[in-house]
């Protein structure tokens, strides 16, 4: 019966250590930047892992999280459009390529640059999710959310942050439902934005997505928009 229950247990080991892996191989198949993207990335510094775009002491500083196995220079398009607006912009790479395992991925950043005198956490999808997170943690440091193509990881309704949240009409995953819902969960000065023919994808510039609706729009029109409703509420 004890030799039983042995190899009963090293089976379940083998089982549990087979997931893992498996979960670990999951997070870095990765949407890489699109050769686009990657011209836009070029503009970029390279500080501890993440992209940095604009000058350090800018009124306004956006921390941007990836989305879930997105690689961050899929994003460059927004520090380079942003940073010609004077908003300091950073990109950081997040722990398992996932904004949910690296949620208090802003807080380094935010130290790193004391002179920059207002922040705004946000990102795409599962980022935005996570950075909505930090944000209600650290509600003395961050003014405001943006959220695109995603919602709140908890309720927001009560907390002093301003909320931007752009969404795409065609969005296969965070879909036109799941935004609507989201309405309950944000303060009531939120600002909510639908894109005409968004997709999830072209929230970045990382090609095809699976679960998403193919978008008659171009990434980069989708992320001109998308920017343009940026600096609007910025």
């Not at 390529?97 to 807080?107: R, S, T, Y």
């Not at 003395?140 to 709140?152: D, H, M, N, R, T």
Request: charged content about 25%; overall charge negative.
């Amino acid at each position: 019966m004890k030799k039983k229950l042995k190899w009963i247990g090293l089976g379940l080991l083998g089982v549990i250590l087979v997931a893992i892996i498996g979960f670990l191989v999951w997070t870095q198949l990765t949407y890489g930047p699109t050769e686009e993207a990657r011209g836009y990335v070029a503009e970029a510094r390279e500080v501890d892992n993440r992209l940095e775009f604009g000058q350090t002491d800018s009124e306004v500083g956006f921390i941007l999280y990836p989305g879930a196995k997105v690689e961050k220079e899929a994003y460059a398009y927004y520090g380079t459009r942003l940073a010609e607006e004077g908003v300091f912009v950073a990109i950081p790479s997040l722990r398992l390529n996932l904004g949910i395992a690296d949620i208090d991925a802003a807080e380094t950043i935010i130290a790193a640059h004391p002179d920059i005198e207002r922040w705004v956490v946000g990102g795409h999808s599962l980022g935005g999710s996570a950075a909505s997170g930090f944000a209600l943690e650290h509600e003395e440091q961050v003014e405001g959310v943006i959220f695109l193509a995603s919602y709140p990881i908890s309720t927001m309704a009560d907390s002093n942050l301003r909320v931007l949240s752009v969404s795409g009409e065609i969005d296969g995953l965070a879909t036109p439902a799941d935004i609507e819902a989201s309405r309950d969960n944000v303060p009531d000065e939120v600002v909510f934005h639908q894109i005409k023919d968004g997709n999830h994808a072209n929230f970045g510039m990382y090609g095809p997505q699976d679960g998403d609706n193919d978008s008659p729009l171009s990434a980069k029109e989708q992320l001109d928009e998308t920017i343009d409703q940026i600096i609007e509420w910025l």
